[in-house]
């Protein structure tokens, strides 16, 4: 019966500390990044601008990545580059923290939920 006990408790403390790993290695990734994707530490580098669905399974993607908006054409079957922005035509998107209708962004609303929750 003893036995029993205490291969319980071993197990309960392995499980504790699997899950403490976890929530650690899951803060350090999104810190710092994986796999050259960059984590929530640098969200200022890779965003969704704006998003056109025009088909099933298929969309349109302005995207920023650091400087520079890419617009990207995504189907069920891959990912292509239509077009990457000059640095004129990009301007508006990089310096705009709204959607064209005035409203502020998704993402915004959450960052600024989250700020006012800590």
Known sequence: ????????LWMLVAVVVVLGLAYLATRWISTRGIG???GAGSAGEFSVLRQIVVGRNERLLLVRLGERCLLLGVTGGGISLL????????????????????????LDVIRENFKKKK
């Open 1 to 8: 019966m003893l036995e029993n006990g205490l291969t319980l």
């Open 36 to 38: 050259g994707i960059m």
């Open 83 to 106: 077009k990457e922005l000059e640095p004129e035509e990009a301007e508006y998107w990089l310096r705009s923290k709204t959607q064209p209708n005035g409203a502020p962004s998704f």
